[in-house]
């Protein structure tokens, strides 16, 4: 497992590195800005390969055997379709912060602060929620660890994330 976290990481390392390399340097050489819907279409682009990846390691480490694994995958699709909305209500979070950033009020921050606390309770809101659907699937074992599993990659992330983006100043 160890090792598969450590290629998660590099990889989604690699990724963040890759679309903030192929934005601002292009960007700043020749004097364009780069539109929101080109940042869309990276970001969407490195989230889908996000998905993929964890997927991969989830796969790799569950050890599902075939009758567990065509009950469990459905499950595990429809929670990451809602596990995607909260990131995309994330990334707007982001993106809003990026554009206040210079001219950020007490006001904005107070408000960005107070919805960026809220999506955090909606994310563990929403693994209770889960935890018994996964749970009629899976033994008590596997979903423990599926769970650990996501958890550990969404901080993985949310570490990369913490590094990239600026302080409030």
Known sequence: MKNLVIAFLLGTSLCFIQVAAAQQPAAASSGAKVSDQEIDKDVELLRADLRSNKKQVIAANMKLTD?????FWPVYDAYSQETTKLGDARYALIKEYAKTYDTMTDAQADDLLKRTAALDQQA???RQQWIPKFRKVLTGKQTALFFQLDRRITLLIDLQLASEIPLVK
């Not at 009758?67 to 009950?71: M, P, R, V, Y």
């Open 67 to 71: 009758a567990q694994a065509e009950k």
């Open 124 to 126: 563990a809101t929403l």
